[in-house]
């Protein structure tokens, strides 16, 4: 997939260096940039009587101007850049927020969820259930300790012959094309002629292959780990610098009660994850 439009999600409370890496981003892949400046506002405080409080109200508007004021310190840090861009300020209640921000992600090829969104914990759930379940698009998300690369050097495909791997590796070709080496890694891979094939990793390999990707299959056993920390280290052991992955293998409900690799990497991750459901 060749990116072209690229949505980055951006806190009210802080977002200075998300928009930077969104602004170096786009220029990497010359892309157009729809910045989305989003505040999450508290639902109505209901008085006597079944009032609404004026202390609310007052709230609200608050941060409503805090909003808008934000948003043109943003316009005019773009305006300062050569990105084609548009901003778009959210003003809504978290309940709501996963469905502002679906409507939104329809129209780009790939949502950026930068450090300091991803630290918001209301924000980054909100981003996740509406742009990656609600949505078609794609995510980038970052909770390493740096900022993120425009471009990555070495990723990490994590492989398992599903869907959501498929996709995932569709959809994050632009990025895998740039990568001096993609390490298509498996973890405990069985050799089926209905999952992995004779030789597992082959036909992925052969097929980035194909599209200019330098790849080297990696298949390594768990020990009796789970299969996210052992993702997690080698990621590590490559110098991987990315993470390509499909989201949620299983059912939600299921990975809501029991974790799953998905949830645990979006949370335990310290690196840049590109996962596509």
């Known amino acids: 997939m060749t990116i072209r439009t690229v949505l980055s999600i951006l806190s009210v409370n802080q977002f200075e260096e998300d928009l930077k890496s969104a602004i170096d981003f786009c220029g990497a892949h010359g892309a157009h940039l729809n910045a989305m400046l989003i505040s999450l506002g508290a639902p109505p405080m209901i008085g006597d009587y079944h009032a609404v409080s004026t ?35 959210v003003y809504t209640e978290f309940a709501w927020a996963d469905e502002d921000i679906a409507e939104r ?28 379940f609600q949505s078609p698009t794609p995510i980038l998300i970052n909770r390493g300790m740096k900022a993120m690369n425009p471009s990555s050097r070495s990723v990490l495909l994590a492989w398992d012959s599903s869907d959501e791997a498929s996709r995932a590796a569709r959809q994050a070709l632009d990025l895998l094309k740039q990568a001096d080496t993609v390490y298509v890694t498996m973890v405990d891979p069985v ?9 597992p990793g082959a036909d992925i390999a052969a097929f980035l292959a194909r599209h200019g990707v330098r790849v080297q299959v990696d298949r390594i056993a768990s020990g009796g780990q789970a299969a996210d920390q052992i993702l997690r280290q080698h990621a590590v052991d490559v110098s991987a610098d990315l993470i390509v992955m499909g989201a949620y293998n299983h059912p939600r409900w299921q990975q809501t009660l029991f974790g799953g690799v998905t949830r645990s990497m979006i949370e335990k991750s310290r690196m840049p994850i590109f996962m596509a459901h």
């Not at 991803?118 to 980054?124: I, N, S």
């Not at 050799?191 to 030789?199: F, I, L, Q, V």
């Open 105 to 132: 992600a329809l129209y780009a090829d790939v949502v950026l969820i930068g450090r300091q969104a991803a630290r918001d914990d209301q924000l980054r759930k909100r981003i996740i259930d509406g742009a990656l």
């Open 191 to 199: 050799a089926k002629m209905r999952s992995n094939g004779e030789e």
């Open 55 to 89: 202390v609310w109200i007052e709230e609200r508007q608050r941060e409503i101007d805090a909003l808008s004021q934000k948003t043109e310190e943003i316009k005019e840090i773009l305006a300062q850049s050569d990105t084609s861009h548009e901003v778009q300020d």
